[in-house]
């Protein structure tokens, strides 16, 4: 196993401090690997130092400026250090390089969801989900989105299609909630037609 791939699968074990050393050390011989440096940034947004990260990322776009996954692990150290326009400003870039990556378009629609924009953010949240539908996130907020947007059926389809699939329990939960809301409306909305229908037909009679 190459130190790079040792690296890489020490990262998905979650040993991620044992992950950047081996990624620093790969870096004193190789400083311009972007691959290298995409994964120590990874690792220093995860450990809570997306400054770090920053730093590191940049770098590895400077060596491959159009590789949208620098891109997006940029764009989501600036989200970790609120800083919401400059990571909007990456993901949008990991877009135009990349109109298949699916996190750019995720976080791109969270994050104009977040600014109120709920028409743009469900704009570019369908389009990931047409990429990516194993998305757990992506699924969930398209159902909030679409019930602020009060599109019932379609925020009723969503949450459910989240029911369905290994969710975290939070989200699980969310969802429980939000299919309940809907499906609450929408009876009190079919109730309340059902009312007026029956009083047209009683004045009908008159």
């Not at 924009?117 to 398209?142: C, F, G, R, W």
């Not at 809301?181 to 009312?195: A, H, P, V």
Request: proline share 3%; aromatic share 10%.
């Amino acid at each position: 196993m190459d130190k790079l791939t040792q690296g890489v699968t020490l990262a998905k074990l979650g040993k991620l401090d044992e992950a950047k050393v081996v990624f620093e050390e790969i870096l004193l011989e190789d400083p311009k690997n972007a691959n290298v440096l995409y994964n120590l940034g990874m690792c220093f947004t995860e450990l809570g130092h997306p400054d770090k990260a920053i730093t590191v990322l940049k770098k590895s776009i400077e060596y491959n400026p159009k590789w949208s996954n620098s891109l997006v692990a940029l764009g989501y150290a600036y989200l970790r250090s609120g800083e919401t326009e400059n990571a909007k400003k990456y993901f949008s870039n990991a877009v135009e390089f990349d109109p298949e990556n699916s996190y750019a378009m995720r976080n791109l629609g969270k994050l104009y969801g977040k600014d109120g924009k709920i028409q743009k953010s469900v704009d570019y949240l369908e389009k990931a989900y047409i990429l990516n539908p194993k998305d757990v996130t992506t699924v969930y907020v398209l159902a909030y989105d679409y019930q602020q947007l009060r599109d019932y059926q379609k925020a009723d389809r969503y949450f459910r299609r989240v029911l369905e699939m290994d969710a975290p329990p939070k989200i699980q939960e969310l969802a429980k909630t939000g299919l309940s809301e809907t499906t609450m409306i929408q009876l009190k909305s079919n109730g309340l037609r059902m009312d007026a229908k029956a009083k047209s037909e009683k004045s009908h009679f008159k």
